[in-house]
């Protein structure tokens, strides 16, 4: 049989189908089970198997998985308590198999494929192990298979409506110029998990979710994990580590055998932990345990750090892995993985400065450290120096012509295995002569990834916000200009974006290199207007070609039948001295036809996509003209 016929008949399969990894995890799951428990694709990968059972079922259906690897043979199914998401509970009866790794596949652990189906009726408010009844099964597919389960799925209107084909010269403009790379993340993981469900796994191993060299999680599918134990109840405790002296390791016995004992640390890790928590690398040095429904937290990082600093021998000589860990547990206060995370870090960067080789439990005064500030700047210089400041790009679209018209580009950096905001690593980036680095090379790498869609037309632009502080280096003008040379965009088509302090810092020579760079055709914005030192008459002494309205004023349109005169006057006022107007922050339609009905030139928000990576330009485009015609629609 083909193994796209087989993938099809495991998507449309009457049941609800799941695979479930050695950590628990699940990798795979049909149109069916998205039906039976309430959730979408995308919630469900890379989440814990026990968000789908309810409390009182968990712990005997766990011990029908241990027997599974005394009795493979046996096939009776599990009567339990499933839990939707919505909270309510259904009876449910399982149905496990062990999965055979695939020959010649590193041995990762064995899965286990699940078929569900609900029950009738309730069996009673403690699960039991029965053979005999085999209820209805769910209703047929109400959705596609393999229906889009992109990253901003359910963010914004228009997203997650991959269908949906562009329509007008633009939209296949921009299809032809931006590629196929639109598609969304979290579909490519929907698509290979029927071929991971039938045994061919080694897309899901070795692929976006898996570390190639240790085959742990990486800092996207712990991300995930991570973001599903804290939507249930349950404790949720992390640690974050990092092996002290690695690079020493590196530079004394060589790469291959620095590999070999990361490939070490990663199992001992596993073996320190429960079958259920997750060890993931996030990369380099560092890992991470998601421990759930654990007891002592602190027993565990005790023995994470008696194991890793047992001596082993790697590339022929005997060494002492010793770590830095940092735990965090989450609170009532705790907001979101990433503040679990920052907290984690903290507390890492604490035993660290307390002398390496030991752990320590998070404290609030972390956060307040001297180490760790000087931490977050040697990590910023590190991720530099590396080159691992990357770029996202968010669509700016013109109601006029109803197409996007521009990208602005956001500096990111990924540490830990996540996002750092820019308002916490950018104020370090200024602080410590970072940000002229910084700066160069965001501006090189958008001009270099947005050019093959400047291209399509010479009205395209890339916008780039700029510090004031770079403006204190007076080559600053020339070394713009050169880096525009050099990726062969045209001038024209550069947007510079400066926030009102900037063009009234007396201390610098702005004006003269602004005009410089607008004399060779770069486009010079003011962002944030209308929050600073402005007035619309000082607009008309400055080299300018654009306003943009802060969101603090966007904000005020709730309904869009506020009376906010201001609006009018300030579009009116700029259009009269040739500046065009563009509001960002649009997160309502109400917003967008407010706005629009003012003479609003251009508008940005996530109503019409978040920032992305260049990957997924076709995508955001998408989804930000759906947005903008349902908006007209409504007009």
Not at 130 to 136: E, I, K, L, N
């Amino acid at each position: 049989m083909e193994a796209g016929f087989a993938q099809h008949l495991l998507e449309y399969s009457p049941d609800a189908l799941l695979l479930v990894g050695p950590d628990g995890s699940i990798s795979f799951l049909n149109t069916a089970a998205e039906q039976l428990f309430g959730y979408t694709r995308a919630q469900l990968l890379g989440a814990d198997h026990s968000l789908l059972l309810a409390e009182a079922s968990r712990e005997e259906f766990h011990g029908v998985l241990a027997e599974l690897g005394a009795a493979s043979s046996r096939r009776l199914p599990f009567a339990g308590s499933g839990r939707r998401a919505d909270g309510t509970e259904l009876p449910v009866e399982i149905t496990c198999s062990l999965v055979p790794a695939q020959a010649g596949a590193a041995d990762a652990g064995t899965s286990v494929a699940l078929s569900v189906r609900g029950a009738g009726h309730r069996s009673g408010p403690r699960s039991t192990l029965h053979s005999g009844h085999h209820p209805a099964r769910p209703a047929g597919s109400g959705h596609e298979a393999g229906h889009d389960v992109g990253h901003d799925a359910g963010a914004h209107p228009g997203a997650g409506s991959a269908g949906r084909s562009l329509s007008g010269d633009f939209r296949r403009r921009a299809q032809a110029s931006a590629g196929t790379a639109g598609t969304a993340g979290g579909a490519g993981a929907a698509t290979a998990a029927p071929a991971a469900f039938a045994g061919h796994d080694d897309e899901l191993k070795a692929g976006s979710l898996r570390d190639p060299l240790t085959a742990l999680p990486n800092g996207p599918f712990f991300n995930e994990r991570l973001a599903a134990a804290l939507r249930r109840p349950d404790p949720v405790d992390i640690l974050l580590l990092d092996l002290d002296d690695f690079k020493h390791f590196n530079d004394l016995l060589g790469r291959s055998a620095a590999d070999e004992l990361l490939v070490e640390v990663a199992s001992r890790l596993r073996n320190c932990v429960r079958p259920h928590d997750t060890v993931a690398r996030l990369g380099g040095d560092e890992f991470a345990v998601l421990l759930t429904e654990c007891l002592n937290a602190d027993a565990v990082a005790k023995r994470i750090a008696e194991a890793l600093y047992a001596p082993v021998r790697v590339g022929g000589s005997m060494v002492r892995p010793g770590v830095s860990m940092g735990l965090a547990s989450k609170s009532a206060q705790t907001l979101d993985g990433a503040e679990l995370l920052r907290q984690a870090d903290a507390a890492m960067t604490a035993a660290k400065a307390a002398g390496k080789n030991t752990w320590l439990r998070f404290r609030p005064e972390m956060l307040n450290t001297a180490a760790h500030k000087a931490d977050g700047e040697t990590g910023l210089r590190r991720a530099v120096e590396l080159g691992q400041i990357s770029v996202h790009y968010q669509p700016v679209v013109s109601p006029g012509i109803g197409s996007v018209v521009q990208f602005e580009a956001f500096a990111r950096w990924e540490r830990h295995g996540r996002l750092v905001p820019p308002n916490q690593f950018l104020p370090v980036a200024e602080q410590s002569g970072l940000i002229r680095e910084i700066g160069d090379e965001v501006l090189r790498r958008a001009c270099a990834e947005i050019r093959p869609w400047l291209a399509g037309d010479a009205a395209y632009s890339v916008a780039v916000n700029v510090s004031g502080l770079q403006f204190q280096h007076r080559d600053f003008a020339a070394d713009v200009l050169a880096i525009a040379a050099s990726t062969g965009v045209d001038p024209h088509q550069l947007t510079l974006e400066l926030t009102e302090s900037v063009f009234f810092d007396a201390s610098s020579d702005v004006l003269r290199q602004l005009r410089q760079l607008r004399e060779a055709g770069v486009r010079i914005a003011m962002d944030d207007f209308g929050t600073g030192y402005s007035s619309l008459g000082r607009l008309q002494e400055l080299p300018l070609d654009k306003v943009k309205i802060d969101r603090s004023f966007v904000a005020m349109i709730k309904t869009g039948q506020e009376q906010l005169p201001f609006f009018a006057t300030m579009i009116s006022a700029a259009h009269a001295l040739g500046l065009k107007v563009t509001a960002e922050g649009i997160e309502t339609p109400a917003q967008a036809k407010y706005l629009m009905e003012r003479g609003c030139d251009s508008l940005q928000g996530y109503l019409f996509a978040k920032p992305a990576p260049a990957s997924d330009l076709a995508g955001t485009m998408e989804s930000a003209l759906n947005a903008l015609d349902k908006v007209d629609a409504a007009r």
